[in-house]
């Protein structure tokens, strides 16, 4: 074997495992700080009048036009750590493997993909002016019903979770798994075909993207965002 095969095999073993690292090193996108990670969607610089840093948290703003963020580099398997927090009525909501495509126009200024792409809900159960189950915090918007949460008082920072590996999703609250769920499987096809999404044929078809952290028009905080490849 001559040295440039050598070199050529020892390149490859160092590229294996050089991603085999990564896949288990986090990544933190926000630690009360720099908002170097993120960016606005569709935009190549972070929306510093939609997002501040209040308090080591990064808050989205009232009174001014909504924007979502997004993170800079795209996930496809991971796991997503977070601490969350809504003012009275406040709305969010956390979601993954987003394209930025003018597929729809929201109306209301949030990113139109959000119609596209599974969602993680966060939300005041009590005051916001819809408070169907299937709609509230830690759900699969508008999809599957949470089970197992206990949720913290508006207010109240909660602990929340997202893993996404291949096709499998799960939705943790406080340290309590609330919604699991496999994408693309007939028993997501058959609750999609008796949802609002029926009649949209690219919802939850995109299998690597972004993630997007919703500003809905209400005060929310985020802190200690991590994440990690799997």
């Not at 606005?40 to 979502?68: C, H, R």
């Amino acid at each position: 074997m001559n040295t440039k095969t050598i070199c050529f095999f020892a390149l490859l073993v160092f590229l294996a495992t050089s991603s085999i690292a990564q896949k288990g090193k986090w990544t933190i996108l926000f630690n009360g700080g720099s908002t170097d990670k993120f960016r606005g969607y569709n935009m190549q610089s972070f929306p510093a009048q939609a997002w501040k840093v209040e308090d080591g948290a990064l808050a989205t703003q009232t009174g001014v036009p909504n924007i979502d963020i997004v993170t800079k580099e795209p996930y496809k398997n991971f796991e997503l750590v977070f601490d969350w927090k809504v003012a009275k009525a406040g709305n969010s909501g956390v979601f993954f493997h987003m394209q930025e495509t003018l597929q729809h126009q929201s109306g209301n200024g949030n990113s139109p993909n959000w119609l596209d792409n599974y969602e993680m809900q966060l939300l005041d159960d009590i005051n916001f002016n819809d408070t169907a189950a299937i709609r509230s915090a830690g759900s699969l918007y508008d999809l599957i019903i949470p089970t197992n949460k206990k949720l913290k008082p508006v207010g109240e920072y909660n602990n929340a979770k997202l893993i996404v590996k291949g096709n499998h999703v799960e939705h943790w609250l406080n340290g309590k798994k609330v919604v699991q769920y496999e994408m693309n499987s007939p028993q997501m096809n058959e609750l999609l075909a008796k949802s609002k999404f029926s009649k949209n044929p690219v919802y939850g078809k995109s299998t690597d993207g972004l993630i997007m952290l919703q500003h809905h028009g209400q005060k929310v905080w985020f802190k200690n965002i991590k994440v990690r490849r799997l």
